[in-house]
């Protein structure tokens, strides 16, 4: 028979773990770079950029143009791990609390 009050109360426990995964990201870090390393950023896993690393290199007027876009290409890839750390903070956070159903993404509840 289903228990309503048992219920209630697993789901209190994932609305508190979803909550701390949710404060968690902030400290979570996510990497990207590109040019071989010329550019560099790192994220948190609210996509929040932290940090900008770029070659002396690259800091000419004539390169403006290489600068942008391996600018770009480092934000995403960094931006593609912060989703991906953030997706598995989120599956450890609930582990063992809810059924395993597929097509559930609770991705969605990190904000």
């Known amino acids: 028979m289903f228990d309503m009050m048992k219920m209630m109360g697993k789901m209190k426990d994932v609305q508190?773990?979803?909550k701390e995964a949710q404060d968690n990201l902030v400290k979570l870090r996510a990497n990207g770079e590109s040019g071989g390393g010329m550019v560099k950023v790192t994220m948190n896993g609210?996509?929040?950029?932290?940090?900008?690393?770029?070659d002396t290199a690259l800091l000419k007027a004539e390169d403006k143009t290489i600068l942008q876009d391996l600018v770009i290409a480092a934000v995403n890839k960094a931006a593609e791990e912060a989703d991906n750390i953030a997706k598995e903070e989120m599956r450890k956070s609930t582990e063992g609390l809810l059924p395993n159903i597929p097509g559930l993404d609770l991705s969605s509840m990190l904000g």
């Open 16 to 18: 508190a773990r979803i």
């Open 46 to 54: 609210k996509k929040s950029l932290i940090a900008l690393d770029i």
